[in-house]
Structure formats: structure tokens, C-alpha cells
């Protein structure tokens, strides 16, 4: 448990959040929370296992790993060396993609199932006829919620490419992040010095946070969106 009070702030400096937003969205004390971060009390097994589901590590991590090191390290997929499980679904032919739909009713489960089949083939799906779009790129539609792309409004749908090589990402475009803490995430992003993401939001309003490439499991490339909302 030596690491546990230096992982809990640098978790939280992650995210830019105080201490009492932490607490709050984890749904614990902020006095007692505090004295975690300050070393002077150990959580119990419930709220270890809270602490263990916001931040979107294993409690094995948050005990026994010195994470702001851990984070530093170069993942071994970073060049899309690695395989991804991507599943896809094709048309009756099976020689051509469909893209799939991830509503925004669907983005939770999508965290939980992007590399289930099974998952993939139950979401809504169709064809994209744009001359802009490759036969030979994969793609899928996200629906957004929230204004920190603004003028991109909340509920718009974001076409995205696949980007396999994470190094090879066009800083010029916005992104989805598939994330397993904050889930789908909309941002223009940018890989650091110390190999972490950082995601900027076109709303200044929103500050920039970063985060570690460990916690990423897709990257997709936005090339277009579709909204229903005029100015």
C-alpha cells in the first residue's frame, strides 16, 4: 500500500480535478478521501474498489504499482505492431465493410464491448458512399454528447477513420478516444514527451488534460460529422 497516496494525486492531477470533485464523482467523503491522498488512513475494501472503478485501475495497481512511472513507459502497441481485435461486420457479399453506429445510448457499452463481436454486429449499421472515403479504410460513426467541440453540438454523429499506427496521427484532425475510464471521449489530441495523450478541447472553456497511452484502447480519426441542430 506504499504507493497508494502518490497515486491517488496523480490520478487526480490527471484529470485537473480537486480533491472534493474526486470525491464527489466517487461518491465517497471528502475529509476521508483527503486523508488518503495525505497518507494517513488506508481505505476499506468499498471504497478501495470505488477509488479502483473512477480512476479506471485495478486495485492491485493502485496498491502495489508506482503508476506516474508505470505511465511513463512506451506501450508496445504504440506503433500498431500489436494486434488490435477489431471486429467488423461486412455486407452478404462479405467483400465490403459495413460502418457501425455508436449512439450515444450505446457509448457506455461500447467501452465494456469494442473488441465483442458479438457487441459490434447488434449496433446499427450502413454504408457510407462518400467519394472522400476509402473502400480499403475501416470506419465507424460516433454520436457525441456534451459542448466542449463546439461549434460541433452535442448529439451530432462523427465519421471516423481506424488509426492503427498511433504515431502516425494528424494533429490538424479531431479525434474519438476510446478510453477506459471516461469512456468515448471527442478531443484534439497530442502524444507528449512523457508518452502521454493530450486532449484539447475546441471549447476553451474546457481545460486540456492528459492522459496515460495505457489507458487508450482505440484512437479513430474524425474525417466529418453529420448534425441535425442549424444555427
Known amino acids: 500500500m506504499q504507493y497508494l497516496s502518490d497515486n491517488l494525486i496523480y490520478l487526480r492531477s490527471l484529470r485537473n480535478q480537486t480533491p472534493k470533485q474526486i470525491a464527489e464523482h466517487c461518491h465517497i467523503n471528502v475529509s476521508t478521501y ?11 475494501i468499498g471504497n478501495l474498489l470505488k477509488l479502483s472503478h473512477c480512476f479506471g485501475r485495478t486495485v492491485d495497481e ?10 511513463k513507459q512506451t506501450p508496445d502497441n504504440l506503433k500498431g505492431e500489436k494486434i488490435r481485435i477489431l471486429p467488423i ?3 452478404e457479399t462479405e ?13 457506455a457499452g461500447y467501452t465494456a464491448g469494442y473488441a465483442d463481436a458479438e457487441f459490434i454486429a447488434d449496433l446499427p449499421r450502413f ?36 488509426i492503427q499506427n498511433w504515431e502516425k496521427l494528424n494533429m490538424k484532425q ?14 484534439r489530441i497530442h502524444i507528449n514527451e512523457q508518452n502521454m495523450l493530450e486532449l484539447e478541447s475546441d471549447n476553451k472553456e474546457f481545460d486540456t488534460y492528459t492522459l496515460p497511452l495505457n489507458q487508450v484502447m482505440e484512437i479513430w480519426q474524425a474525417r466529418g460529422y453529420v448534425s441535425f441542430e442549424f444555427d
Not at 491522498?37 to 481505505?43: A, D, H, R, V
Not at 493502485?62 to 505511465?71: F, K, T, V
Not at 467483400?95 to 457509448?107: D, R, W, Y
Not at 462518400?130 to 448529439?155: C, W
Open 95 to 107: 467483400e465490403n465493410e459495413h460502418v457501425s453506429l455508436v449512439p450515444i445510448k450505446a457509448a
Open 62 to 71: 493502485l496498491l502495489n504499482l508506482h503508476l506516474q512511472e508505470a505511465d
Open 174 to 187: 479531431p479525434h474519438i478516444i476510446i478510453t477506459k475510464d471516461d469512456g468515448v471521449v471527442f478531443k
Open 34 to 44: 483527503r486523508k488518503y491522498e495525505k497518507g494517513k488512513s488506508l481505505p476499506r
Open 127 to 162: 454504408s457510407l458512399p462518400f467519394a472522400e472515403l476509402s473502400n480499403h479504410r475501416t470506419y465507424r460513426v460516433f454520436q457525441i454528447e456534451g459542448d466542449s467541440m463546439l461549434p460541433v453540438k452535442a448529439g451530432s454523429y462523427i465519421i471516423c477513420e481506424y
Open 89 to 91: 461486420v461486412v455486407d
